[in-house]
């Protein structure tokens, strides 16, 4: 059966499936959205090498400097300046060739920037702008200080954005039909870093780049907020031993820097393969996300789901993030089975929930019997 809907001034047809009337809607990208996402994902990706290769190629400086009436050649990098040798037909190549690349490379950049800059009110009109602004801001930020898929994963309701982009489908939360559902992309509230390892530079001081009304609640507490109540949470694995905090809960050493609280079962999330996906703003504007295996976080979420201890509310929504993921999985992305040796790390008893999570002709169908397409 066939069903539309509008949404904004972009018509999106919306298929019913067995599948789908169990677990949740979500909308087919049309043709044209989906020719938007992957010429902007070219352009970004252009975009993204040119930027590396002027941040690494030609940083600096590299100028002449007379000393001792000799004139050398010096490069500039970190503040310290190295000579390269004397005047010779061989250093004013370098020169040459440094300031005429980096001329090239900077004039790339900047018709590049100019090219996301016209597409981004294109992407808005057709509602491809998923994700909250101040949510791609801290991501933008903290990416580039290398920390998100180093030290810092993203788990929780953002990481559905990137299994959303996988699975070339939008979550349609405004055809969901159960309100626990609906919450699935409630990410407007709070951001859930999970840190896996030490860092250079701190959260709390990143997020105050972004917005400077930041703060942590409270002495060496896990969370911040804005004057907006917009909640960033740092968590991490507990560890074997409930008794011993093992390794350091901080990233970073500011005296009001955020402390990790341990939260169980996190260390399946940890050890799972990542996946990554250019996602897009609510102002148009693209960037990169990794997010830990959509299998794993579904069946994370089944195991929250079925904890006694869990507060009731969780737990549904819990399940319905569950289900819905499952079904993205079965129908839009085949090829991640639930029994594949790369979920090793994650326990027996854990991968068996996927039987409670897929339809019986999926849970039950054989992989061998399909060609691997």
Same mark, same amino acid.
């Given at each position: ?10 018509? +999106? ?5 067995? &599948? ?17 996402? #992957? ?20 940083? =600096? ?19 310290? !300046?190295?000579?390269? =040798?004397?005047?010779?037909?061989? /250093? ?41 602004? #101040?949510?791609?801001?801290? &991501? ?8 998100? =898929? ?6 929780? /309701? ?12 939008? #979550? ?63 968590? %991490? *694995? ?9 390794? %350091?809960?901080?990233? =970073? /050493? ?13 260390? !399946?999330?940890? $050890? ?14 693209? +960037? ?14 089944? !195991? ?26 079965? /129908? ?18 854990? %991968? %068996? ?17 399909? *060609? $691997? !397409?």
């Amino acid at each position: 059966m066939l069903k539309t809907f509008a949404s904004g001034i972009i018509p +999106f047809q919306i298929r019913s499936d067995p &599948l789908r009337d169990k677990m949740s809607e979500y909308r087919d990208l049309r043709g044209e959205q989906a020719r938007q996402i #992957i010429d902007l994902e070219q352009v970004f990706a252009t975009f993204m090498s040119a930027r590396a290769e002027l941040g690494q190629r030609y940083t =600096g400086a590299m100028s002449w400097k007379t000393v001792g009436g000799k004139t050398y050649l010096y490069r500039k990098t970190a503040d310290i !300046w190295k000579s390269l =040798g004397p005047r010779t037909a061989a /250093t004013e190549a370098i020169h040459e060739q440094f300031h005429e690349g980096r001329t090239r490379v900077k004039e790339r950049v900047r018709s590049l920037t100019q090219r996301l800059d016209e597409m981004a009110p294109v992407n808005r009109a057709l509602s491809l702008g998923r994700v909250p602004l #101040i949510v791609a801001r801290i &991501l933008r930020t903290l990416g580039g200080a290398k920390l998100i =898929g180093n030290s810092v994963d993203v788990v929780g /309701t953002n990481a559905l954005f990137v299994y959303e982009r996988l699975a070339g489908v939008q #979550i349609a939360s405004g055809l969901l039909a159960t309100g626990d559902v609906d919450r699935l992309l409630d990410s407007r509230k709070s951001l859930k870093l999970l840190a896996r390892d030490v860092a250079a530079k701190g959260i709390i001081g990143l997020l105050k780049t972004v917005d400077k009304s930041f703060e942590p609640i409270g002495r060496g507490g896990f969370s911040a907020a804005n004057r907006d109540g917009y909640l960033v949470d740092l968590i %991490r *694995p507990a560890g074997k031993n409930p008794l011993v905090t093992e390794g %350091r809960s901080q990233i =970073g /050493t500011a005296e009001d820097e955020l402390k990790a609280v341990e939260i169980e079962g996190l260390a !399946w999330l940890v $050890n799972s393969p990542k996946v990554s996906a250019i996602l897009i703003d609510e102002r148009g504007y693209p +960037f990169e996300l990794v997010a830990p295996d959509p299998r794993a976080f579904a069946l994370h979420k089944a !195991w929250l789901a079925k904890r006694s201890d869990r507060d009731a509310l969780k737990r549904g929504r819990d399940a319905a993030q569950a289900k819905l993921l499952a079904g993205l999985i079965a /129908t839009r992305l085949p090829h991640l089975a639930f029994d594949d040796p790369a979920l090793g790390a994650m326990p027996l008893a854990l %991968r %068996r929930l996927a039987t409670d999570l897929l339809p019986d002709d999926e849970a039950g169908q054989s992989h061998d019997l399909l *060609p $691997n !397409w």
